[in-house]
Structure formats: C-alpha cells, structure tokens
C-alpha cells in the first residue's frame, strides 16, 4: 500500500493513524489510538490508580495508628491513676521480693 493509497483509505474512513505511535489500524469512531497504546494507556491507569491507593492507604495506616497510639496512652494514663495504689502495692510487693531474693 503506498502513501497514496493510505491516504485515501484514511480520508475514506478505513483505517485510522494511531495518535501516539503512528500505528495504523482499522478505523473505528471514537478510536484515537491502536490496541497497543490503549493496553498502555490501561496499564498507566491501572498503576496511577493503584500508587493513588496505596498512598491513601499508608495515610489511613499512619492515621489510624497515631489516634490509637493516642488511645492507648490515655488509657494507660487514665489506668495508672485509677489504679495508682494497686500498682504501687504491686511495685513495692515486688521491690521487696527481689531484695529478699537477693539477701538470701
Ligand atoms: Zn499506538
């Protein structure tokens, strides 16, 4: 097929020249590129979407753990002072129990 030929098929709406790699293939409307660049095309939204997500994902992570971090330091803060007695009884239970390991 010369240029001429290509040309009047083109003109005639047979085939159509791929908008990124020159690619010609059989005219279809609305088809701006070939099948080739259309499976890149995909792949590239596939991946943007994918990277999009695993950011959002990280953000989630980091934000769900810094509140629940949050969460449970105030818990612990909160334990500690309901409990302030018992865990110093505990404190000194222990204190003394290993010094009488030790003295033994
Ligand atoms: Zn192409």
């Known amino acids: 097929m010369n240029d001429e030929e290509l040309f009047e098929k083109i003109m005639n709406k047979e085939l159509t020249i791929c908008e990124t790699c020159d690619n010609i293939f059989e005219y279809i409307p609305q088809k701006l590129f070939c099948g080739e660049c259309l499976r890149d095309k995909k792949l590239a939204r596939k991946r ?7 950011e959002k994902k990280a953000a989630y992570d980091r934000k769900y753990r810094e509140e ?5 330091k105030a818990y612990q803060r909160k334990y500690r002072e309901e409990n302030r007695e018992k865990i110093n009884a505990r404190e000194f239970a222990r204190y003394h129990a290993k010094k009488k390991q030790e003295e033994e």
């Open 68 to 72: 629940n971090l949050e969460k449970m």
């Open 48 to 54: 943007k979407h994918y990277e999009e997500n695993r």
